[in-house]
């Protein structure tokens, strides 16, 4: 005779809460605040657990005109600038290059994107106006207009022929002088790097700082970057500490290469030229 199946009952499940947790403001000395937090934590008889200050939107940017999101060929989008918390906008992965570039760029103080557009007399004698890409304020005064354009482009349509016309009517109030960027104005190393600074820009202190700051200050001739990371002791943050004394050009590159382990440096003179 077969054996009969035996169910083990059924238990009682607890309902759910509908109603969503309230969480109160950020304030560490509200007990309701302390209770909640802890409970989160699964401990309540520990200290709570303090969040980090509340998100800090970025500025916005500056730039004179909207450009469109919707075009389907281009990359378009926005960067932000560590030190400003301010958005600036670009309308091809160019014109983005050309703003991580610029902002690894020695003596940069700002960089406006889309600046005012500024009136100009054509070769041809018609008026128009011309708005650049970007505008460079430097630690010496200087202010420069910069336009990016595709290198193929600009060659057909002779860019920097265009620039040197109307560089003497650019006002003095609004730059000293042009620059045109291309691909091929800097290395694909130096844009991957431009890309690598930007990125540890936004770490919050770490005492791998200091440390590898005395480190550097003993360097005599060359050294890998490697060993200041294991002679630091702090393994990726010190890495990333190192790379943030290249973009302060404390340190620089003795090659133009990705900046690596393996990647040589040398201490930095006053008057070295960007190497990132």
């Given amino acids: 005779m077969p054996t009969a199946l035996r169910f083990a009952p059924r238990t009682a499940h607890r309902r759910r809460d509908p109603r969503p947790m309230r969480i109160p403001m950020f304030d560490p000395q509200n007990p309701e605040f302390a209770r909640v937090i802890s409970g989160i934590a699964g401990a309540s008889d520990?200290?709570?657990?303090?969040?980090?200050?509340?998100?800090?939107?970025?500025?916005?940017?500056?730039?004179?005109?909207?450009?469109?999101?919707?075009?389907?060929?281009?990359?378009r989008g926005e960067l932000v600038i560590p030190d400003e918390l301010r958005r600036i906008l670009f309308e091809s992965s160019l014109e983005k290059g050309g703003g991580l570039w610029m902002l690894t760029y020695p003596g940069l103080v700002r960089l406006d994107d889309q600046p005012p557009a500024v009136p100009i007399v054509h070769p041809d004698g018609r008026p128009g106006w011309h708005t650049f890409d970007f505008r460079a304020h430097f630690d010496d005064g200087r202010r420069i207009g910069i336009s990016v354009k595709d290198e193929a482009h600009a060659i057909k349509n002779d860019v920097a022929g265009f620039l040197q016309h109307i560089a003497p009517q650019i006002p003095k109030s609004f730059a000293d002088g042009v620059m045109l960027y291309t691909e091929r104005s800097i290395s694909p190393a130096m844009l991957s790097n431009a890309r690598l600074i930007?990125?540890?820009?936004?770490?919050?202190?770490?005492?791998?700082?200091?440390?590898?700051?005395a480190i550097v200050a003993t360097i005599q001739g060359q050294v890998r970057i490697g060993a200041i990371v294991a002679d630091s002791g702090h393994g990726a943050a010190a890495f990333r500490a190192v790379v943030r004394l290249i973009?302060?050009?404390?340190?620089?590159?003795?090659?133009?290469?990705?900046?690596?382990?393996?990647?040589r440096v040398t201490l930095a003179r006053r008057n070295d030229g960007e190497v990132a």
């Avoid at 973009?247 to 990647?263: C, F, H, S």
């Fill in 46 to 75: 520990q200290p709570p657990i303090l969040l980090a200050s509340p998100h800090t939107p970025p500025y916005p940017s500056t730039a004179s005109r909207k450009i469109s999101l919707r075009s389907k060929g281009s990359s």
């Fill in 198 to 213: 930007q990125a540890v820009r936004r770490d919050p202190p770490h005492p791998a700082d200091a440390v590898v700051g």
């Fill in 247 to 263: 973009a302060k050009r404390v340190i620089r590159l003795t090659a133009d290469e990705r900046i690596g382990y393996a990647t």
